[in-house]
């Protein structure tokens, strides 16, 4: 059985670590003519990361707003995850970005990587049997104030991705999709905003 997680990177996980940022930390021993002292120096995040989600024993998780450049992947040796990134080019703001964080015994098993569609767009495909297969979409959407255009454009490339894959394949949907439904909360009926199925497309 798979443990899915989805997080934003600069919000949910800060708060799953911030102890964590405090309590672990590397310190070095400094030799000096006053004797010696350390000096603290704060572990990468992503290793912080990987501790957290072992801890709450997480297969994979879809990361958002990661504000990284280009194509990354790096590995936690330590941890046991390895992390994937698709941001902006170097060139460009380091806005959006998705990326995300498996579980690296679990990538034995998977014939490709996760692939990277756009700064916003990820996915995986991870068999299940023979002739079975789970695909998880790892997805970052305009905020409300985003011009109409971008969000069109990304629901577009959102719905392209759902229409490609397999409709053998157990379907996983994971990110930030920056939105509400209603005003208020009693409004809310039993089913609230759009749906659409892959047949519909």
Known sequence: MLALLVSDQHTAVDG??????????HRKKISSGHGMFELSRPERRTALIARELQHYHIDIV?????RIADKVSLR????????FWKGKPQTE????????????????????????INERLMKLRIPLSRIRHLTIIS???????????????????????????????????????NASVGERLQQLGRRSGQTRSRQDQ
């Open 16 to 25: 799953l670590i911030h102890i964590a940022v405090e309590q672990q930390k």
């Open 62 to 66: 879809a990361l958002s707003e990661t």
């Open 76 to 83: 936690e040796e330590g941890g046991g995850y390895t992390f």
């Open 93 to 116: 703001d380091r806005i959006h970005g998705v990326g995300f964080a498996i579980r690296t015994a679990l990538l034995k098993s998977m014939p490709a990587l996760p692939v990277r």
């Open 139 to 177: 997805a970052y959407a305009p905020t409300l104030t985003s011009s109409d255009e971008s969000k069109e454009k990304f629901y577009e490339q959102f719905y392209e991705v759902i229409r490609s894959t397999p409709p053998s394949d157990k379907l996983v949907v994971l990110g930030d999709f």
